[in-house]
């Protein structure tokens, strides 16, 4: 079991940055996947980005291509997602999720932290 609690959200004007921290309840093994996630109210939650627990391997949604950047910290088994340029459309609460890499299913999901862009 694996809990996750993000903390870093809050109000920002447009143009300005964010980091949002993702901290596991322990240790995550090298196979799995640590990845954020977005929904926006009336929207279907979608994948922001996502990386191997030993740091490789990282993937963008195409809305989000050099403008954040996904990490990780294995000695504070945490992930962190660096939030620039930010946009009013990247309104929404973010959530931290992780999964082993051989399930295509999030099974450890955080309790989400709210980002809003004001414009």
């Known amino acids: 079991q694996v809990q996750l609690v993000e903390s870093g959200g809050g109000l920002v004007q447009a143009g300005g940055s964010l980091r949002l921290s993702c901290a596991a309840s322990?240790?995550?093994?090298?196979?799995?996947?640590m990845a954020w996630f977005r929904q926006a109210p009336s929207e279907e939650r979608e994948l922001v980005a996502a990386?191997?627990?030993?740091?490789?391997?990282?993937h963008y949604a195409d809305s989000v291509k050099g403008r954040f950047t996904i990490s990780r910290d294995p000695r504070k088994n945490t992930i962190y997602l660096q939030m620039n340029s930010l946009k009013p459309e990247d309104t929404a609460v973010y959530y931290c999720a992780a999964r082993i890499s051989a399930s295509p299913n999030y099974t450890y999901w955080g309790q989400g932290t709210q980002v809003t862009v004001s414009s």
């Open positions: 322990r240790r995550t093994p090298s196979s799995y996947v």
């Open positions: 990386i191997l627990a030993d740091g490789r391997n990282m």
